[in-house]
């Protein structure tokens, strides 16, 4: 069942959103060739808590995990799509390191990602980033009351198409709230007019993941979603509302 928010708990969430995007601003800007994933995390658990949050992704456990979550943050790197773990990885020059991160204020979920290039990278992995950055814009625009979740897929995944890659597979965004995943799956391809009618109230994760590949991936024993053909990947996540005045990005930079 998709929970539809109210006016005060929507601006509940747009705070939790304000605060998140302050901390992923700033780890953002840590992050250099010879950093540890595991210091970057270290760094968010402090921040979010400064913030008087809680991490939301600590100690939980998604659907198809075989352990509670073991960090604060997921800190993916080239063919790891999502949920990659923070460890004594030194950043190398060429990497491609997705940071997921969420945050809990006031009872209430804010989810969102980005994709950062550790120092020099291809001209076709610039446009992986550029064009799934694009595409979370895309999604972000195809969200609005009226339209489908199928408008939203379409979005993404023609858009990712057209420009030569390909959306990772049998991964989601979703509904947020009072949980950090909820109804509905938000699918990254879908056909204009199908599924689900958007409407005032909704709250969505919306978060485009891409492949150079295939777009096939594959869950390792530590829950880490990878490419199966090993080609890079990156990420892009907004916390989004669908408003009657529009649709609002929650967890704006």
């Known amino acids: 069942m998709i929970n539809i928010k109210t006016e005060e708990e929507i601006e509940i969430m747009a705070e939790a959103g304000r605060r998140l995007a302050k901390v992923m601003s700033s780890l953002k800007g840590m992050v250099v060739v010879g950093l540890k994933t595991q210091e970057i995390d270290s760094e968010a658990k402090r921040l979010i808590k400064e913030m008087d949050c809680a991490p939301a992704f600590l100690g939980y456990t998604p659907g198809g995990a075989v352990a509670p979550y073991s960090a604060t943050i997921c800190a993916s790197i080239n063919d790891e799509v999502v949920h990659g773990i923070p460890s004594d990885y030194e950043l190398e020059n060429g990497d491609i390191l997705k940071l997921d991160i969420g945050l809990v204020y ?70 947020i709230g009072k949980k950090l995943h909820e109804d509905p799956y938000v699918f990254n391809f879908g056909e204009p007019g199908d599924g689900e009618e958007l409407k005032p109230g909704m709250v969505l994760a919306l978060e485009p993941m891409v492949a150079v590949g295939k777009g096939r991936v594959r869950q390792r024993f530590d829950d880490t979603f990878v490419t199966a053909d090993g080609s890079k990947s990156a990420h892009f996540e907004h916390t989004v509302a669908i408003t009657e005045k529009g649709t609002i990005v929650l967890t704006a930079m």
């Open 106 to 175: 006031k009872k209430y979920y804010s989810d969102m990602a980005i994709t950062v290039a550790i120092g020099s990278i291809s001209k076709n992995e610039q446009k992986l980033i550029s064009v799934t950055r694009e595409a979370l814009e895309k999604a972000i625009s195809a969200a609005r009351s009226g339209n489908t979740l199928g408008d939203i897929g379409y979005a993404v995944e023609s858009f990712v198409k057209k420009n030569g890659f390909s959306v990772a597979q049998d991964l989601t965004g979703h509904g």
